[in-house]
């Protein structure tokens, strides 16, 4: 029973930390190698970028401002996306 109840906290803790992500004060606020622009991560919704390595250095392009990792963002091939796949201009 307490294991199990251990595995609720830390999975429950981690699903509100993971909520939380994009608002950024600093680059080392976000997912590593990803820059903080105007107050968000650059690969979060809201988020901005002017370069790919603005991204996170992890096959994501900056496409018309936006990280195509960032739920905003869009993609023209699958190696553009965490999940490795692209549809319809969208990450998966």
Do not use: I
Not at 1 to 18: I, K
Not at 48 to 75: I, L, M, R
């Amino acid at each position: 029973m307490r294991f199990l109840l251990a595995v609720t906290v830390v999975f429950v803790s981690m699903a509100l930390s993971a909520g939380d992500y994009g608002k950024c004060s600093f680059d080392s606020d976000c997912h590593a190698n990803t820059k903080c622009n105007s107050g968000f991560c650059a690969d979060a919704a809201g988020g901005k970028c002017s370069f790919d390595s603005d991204c996170g250095f992890k096959g994501a392009k900056c496409n018309s401002g936006k990280c195509s990792n960032a739920p905003d963002g869009k993609c023209s091939f699958s190696s553009e996306c965490p999940s490795g796949k692209c549809d319809s201009g969208k990450c998966k």
